[in-house]
């Protein structure tokens, strides 16, 4: 019953036997290969010392003797079997093992995926809320600026018709000014005519006022202010009483002259340099500068043989001699103390003449358009009669708010930081002889 217990045991075993994991089959394997080599060992021993058969074991079930016959017989066949499962089992352990670390890896994949989800999902909803009190924003910002712009609309149409009739009224009362000062002008025009204001005065001109003149070598005749003074006529080049006019002007500007010429000289004008050079360049002229200062006191300077070149020559400023007069020659230079060269920086004579748009001064920087005028620079002047209007006559050099000595300046009468109040330039031929009490003019 020993032996036919222990088949018996082995083939119900074998036919429970069932697909289970790795791990239990693994196990499993194990268990059944323990006994199953136990009969083989037993097998072998009985199979080499003979064996009695046993009448106990009956007809059904074989004698101890035939199962080990049996189990010797297929004893090499087993045993290769044997040795083959373990070979599997191995190979499964180490899958098993592989398997586990993948199933970890995946493990922690899928943690590291949940995590960064949840984040993702957490930023997109902060996303699309901040997105939305943004849209909210945006929405409440156009409807205030489509509303705003409702609004400039209709105040842009009221002023374009306030515009409209603005310009209506201004273009009338142009209209109105133009003929008034048109006929006035017209109505205060002499027409004695000359070549100059001295030979108006000689063709019969006894009143000072405006007169045309032609030049010998003009192409069409000109207006001018002519002062008249018992047969001796000045034709004025330049006049400052008020600040009125704006002589801080380009190259263009001064050549063909600006401001206003009225019949009793009561405005500020600059005639221009090229009027000047037609003037100066068919004779010999005296040069006259007249001065007034804020206390009333007036001054001169007389200078002979004044000559403006052309164009082409930048206006070079020539004079042969200082004449006479009681303000100095502030045109040869000043020594200010500032330099041992001062005298020679600021003398005016040859000197081309400047503008802040066509710098022809001697100076590395452009004096014109420091000084806001057109001149006759050097490195820059003694004599500034086109500068800056300051009234009261008294300013103060900031050279970082741009002011420099720039007012109107006649340096050997008063100090370059006074400005003085009028000043006039005028032309008189040098052959015509001035009379008793005509030196000093009548000013």
């Not at 083989?40 to 079930?61: I, M, N, R």
């Not at 995946?106 to 997105?131: A, F, M, P, W």
């Not at 002047?381 to 420099?404: S, T």
Request: charged letters at 25%; glycine letters at 8%.
């Amino acid at each position: 019953m020993t032996w036919c217990w222990r088949i018996a045991v082995f083939a119900s075993i074998n036919k429970k036997v069932v697909l289970r994991p790795v791990a239990s089959v693994v196990k499993m394997h194990r268990l059944l290969l323990l006994p199953f080599a136990f009969l083989l060992a037993q097998a072998q021993v009985l199979a080499d010392d003979g064996c009695t058969p046993d009448p106990e074991f009956g007809e059904s079930c074989p004698t101890h003797c035939g199962v080990a016959n049996v189990l010797s017989k297929y004893h090499t066949h087993m045993q290769d079997g044997a040795t083959t499962a373990k070979e599997d089992i191995t190979k499964l352990e180490d899958q098993r093992e592989k398997l586990e670390i993948n199933i970890n890896t995946i493990h922690e994949d899928s943690n590291h995926v949940t995590t960064e989800t949840q984040n993702l999902r957490s930023k997109g909803y902060d996303s699309i809320e901040l997105i939305l009190e943004q849209v909210k924003i945006l929405e409440s910002v156009s409807l205030s600026h489509d509303n705003q712009i409702k609004e400039l609309v209709e105040l842009y149409k009221t002023n374009q018709e306030q515009s409209r009739t603005l310009q209506a009224k201004l273009v009338s009362i142009v209209d109105t000014c133009k003929r008034s000062c048109v006929d006035k002008t017209e109505e205060s025009i002499s027409p004695i005519t000359g070549k100059d204001c001295q030979q108006i005065a000689d063709n019969g001109g006894t009143q000072s006022g405006l007169y045309n003149v032609k030049p010998t070598k003009a192409k069409s005749p000109f207006l001018v202010y002519c002062e008249i003074d018992r047969g001796i006529g000045w034709t004025v080049i330049q006049h400052r009483q008020d600040g009125s006019v704006n002589f801080s002007r380009g190259w263009n500007a001064y050549r063909e002259g600006f401001g206003y010429l009225s019949p009793t000289m009561n405005s500020e004008f600059w005639l221009g340099n090229e009027k000047m050079h037609l003037l100066t360049t068919q004779d010999q002229y005296r040069l006259r500068v007249e001065l007034t200062d804020w206390d009333g006191e007036k001054r001169y300077a007389d200078y002979g043989h004044m000559k403006i070149g052309p164009e082409d020559d930048s206006y070079r400023l020539f004079y042969s001699v200082y004449l006479e007069g009681d303000a100095g020659d502030s045109f040869d230079g000043f020594d200010f103390g500032d330099h041992p060269s001062d005298k020679q920086f600021t003398s005016h004579l040859g000197m081309l003449f400047s503008t802040y748009d066509s710098d022809n001064d001697k100076y590395d920087g452009n004096c014109a358009a420091q000084d806001g005028s057109g001149w006759w620079m050097n490195r820059c002047h003694a004599a500034h009669l086109n500068g800056q209007y300051y009234p009261g006559g008294i300013y103060v050099k900031d050279e970082e708010a741009g002011i420099y000595d720039n007012g109107i300046i006649w340096a050997t009468w008063h100090d370059r930081f006074y400005s003085l109040k009028t000043t006039t330039m005028k032309l008189l031929p040098m052959l015509r002889q001035l009379g008793q009490g005509q030196k000093r003019g009548d000013y």
